[in-house]
């Protein structure tokens, strides 16, 4: 059994392993139903007593939690715990300082646990960055482990927009064009993630859709509930069953939602095969937030599109977290875009063999 631990440690939940979504045909059950299904909550007593082979918990539970620390330090879990990994280990770096404290602080599990395996992974890190989160997690006697980040079938594109001084007009050109290819297309368009720049441009560009499309968003024009609209929206404030449709929905090989407007919150971990296009309203701070957004495209190695928007505003030196990196890599008009991305995160060579034009736009230009 796999176990989740619930932020607060006080109680727990498990899925047994090697159960998956599509065991159970769309027909069979809903999305409500299936985590009924896999899912089951448990006592935190569950958890002591070591009956799990898989635990996972938020860093704030294993470094904040006073009863949580008790329990690893005990005898159980010093004699059962053979390995311990931290995924999405670059996030140290971007939430530990400020947003998410915990995170610089995992150094400790290392402390808690000196004489077994640590395992760190991440697909967004430098060289350099490397190093500092080894440090940081207190590892000892490390051996990196490093692949070229690049993805050969993701043709990269950047793009002016109109700037913020059109507070509508901005959103509206960018979305004329994705609705008129929607329209054309309806169940036929590509499977698109949009990450727009905050929540009010997430709510116009749904409004937006909402008021070309009409009845013809949905799957079924006799059924028009939110779950057979071909369109939708994501973001923290979404509500947990919508948010579970949405990622039960793309995780399928044809998904009826095309079309996803999202902030930042669409995040971390998201494997959806089927997305063929990444959009940005606008640049991400950073080049490893970029690589890893535009990552969620072309999962099953199918030809992909990353499209990314700016305008002077978007890069100006006085916006809080851009690195200028990324201020450069969006001015970026001659040179490979590719190569560019590859030789911030320590590479000189791409994956990519291609016909020059599937590169990147700049490569096609």
């Known amino acids: 059994m796999a176990c989740f631990l619930d932020i607060e440690g006080t109680g727990a939940s498990t899925c047994p392993i090697g159960i998956h979504r599509d065991e159970k045909s769309d027909e069979d059950v809903d ?13 935190i007593e569950n958890v002591r007593e070591g009956n799990n082979c898989y635990l996972y918990s938020h860093p704030e539970t294993l470094i904040d939690k006073k009863e949580i620390g008790k329990m690893l330090r005990g005898r159980t879990m010093q004699k059962l715990v053979c390995a311990i990994a931290v995924d999405e280990v670059h996030m140290i770096s971007e939430w530990g300082k400020e947003f998410r404290k915990s995170f610089s602080r995992l150094g400790q599990l290392t402390s808690i646990f000196p004489n077994i395996p640590h395992l760190a992974l991440t697909a967004t890190s430098t060289t350099a960055d490397l190093k500092l989160l080894s440090k940081t997690l207190d590892f000892r006697e490390t051996h990196y482990i490093i692949a070229n980040p690049d993805h050969p079938n993701i043709f990269m594109e950047i793009r002016r927009r109109l700037p913020n001084i059109k507070k509508f007009e901005k959103y509206d050109a960018l979305l004329g064009e994705i609705s008129q290819e929607f329209e054309d297309k309806l169940q036929e368009f590509p499977v698109t993630i949009v990450y727009c720049d905050n929540l009010e441009s997430v709510g116009y560009s749904y409004a937006y859709m909402h008021h070309t499309l009409g009845e013809r968003a949905y799957c079924d024009k006799d059924n028009q509930t939110p779950e057979n609209r071909m369109f939708s929206q994501y973001h923290k404030d979404y509500t947990s069953k919508m948010k579970s449709h949405v990622i039960s929905e793309l995780s399928k090989p044809n998904p009826r939602i095309r079309l ?3 902030t930042v919150a669409l995040g971390m971990g998201l494997n959806v095969p089927a997305v063929n296009r990444i959009i940005h309203f606008r640049p991400p701070t950073t080049m490893e937030k970029y690589l890893q957004e535009i990552g969620r495209a072309g999962r099953s190695g199918q030809p992909a599109t990353a499209i990314m928007f700016f305008n002077n505003n978007d890069i100006t030196s006085n916006r809080k977290g851009l690195d200028p990196k990324m ?4 001015l970026n008009t001659s ?14 060579e791409s994956l ?12 096609r230009s």
């Open 352 to 363: 990519f063999n291609g016909q020059k034009e599937l590169c990147c736009g700049n490569c």
């Open 31 to 43: 999305d409500a139903d299936i985590n009924d299904i896999i899912f089951s909550n448990v006592p």
């Open 327 to 330: 201020r450069e890599f969006a």
């Open 260 to 262: 996803i407007f999202a």
């Open 335 to 348: 040179t490979c875009l590719r190569i560019q991305m590859l030789l911030y995160f320590g590479f000189k």
